[in-house]
């Protein structure tokens, strides 16, 4: 499944708030889609966890393949997995510039770093899924030291708080990463072991 380019709003309106995906909110609450308004079915347990799989996947921007591939990758290491899942995406390059303030979502976080405007310990890194450690220094190349700052980072001042793992400054747009993120602090509010129950018969 390639990743998601449609509507975002359509996307937070069935799935709720998806800061990764969307900073907007729609006025409008109810499910999109023709019948969206009288929806009065409960939800099957296969549904509430597909729906929890589906925040997860629309908010890190990660396609199905990608996702699976983390949760195998999460059952391999010693800890829960289901929060070492989520320390997996929330640890990935992109993921880390949109939450040190650097883009107003993942989307426009990827297309930094796959562009070639970030590095990691003063090394140049195009790969979104990079896996960041506690320690690693995050900059923009120094190619845009005569470009000024960048137009998307003029509005973001002070708009989204850094999180504790985190230590970013927008003045020098730099930062580093001190810590593993803590589950308290995902950006995504998620509940993990649903979604491991679901691909438990997947893979």
């Known amino acids: 499944m390639s990743r998601y380019r449609g509507p975002r709003l359509r996307i937070t ?17 109810n499910p999109p889609g023709q019948h969206g308004a009288s929806r009065s079915k409960s939800p099957s347990q296969y549904s509430i966890r597909l729906k929890e799989k589906q925040k997860l996947r629309f908010n890190y921007g990660v396609n199905e393949t990608q996702l699976i591939r983390y949760v195998k990758k999460a059952r391999r290491m010693k800890g829960s997995t289901g929060e070492i899942l989520l320390q997996l995406l929330e640890m990935r390059l992109d993921t880390i510039v949109f939450r040190g303030g650097f883009a107003p979502t993942l989307r426009a976080s990827r297309q930094l770093v796959s562009h070639g405007h970030i590095s990691v310990n003063m090394s140049g890194v195009n790969i979104p899924s990079y896996q960041c450690k506690p320690g690693d220094k995050i900059s923009f190349k120094n190619s845009l030291g005569g470009m000024g ?7 973001l001042d002070g708009a989204l708080p850094v999180p504790s793992h985190l230590k970013f400054d927008l003045k020098t747009l730099s930062g580093e990463v001190k810590q593993i993120v803590s589950k308290e602090e995902v950006s995504c509010s998620v509940n993990e072991l649903l979604i491991i129950e679901y691909y438990s018969r997947k893979c």
Not at 13 to 29: M, N, Q
Not at 149 to 155: D, E, I, K, M, V
């Open 13 to 29: 309106r069935r799935l709720g708030d998806l800061p990764g995906l969307a900073r907007k909110s729609s006025a409008k609450t």
């Open 149 to 155: 700052r960048p137009n998307q980072l003029a509005s």
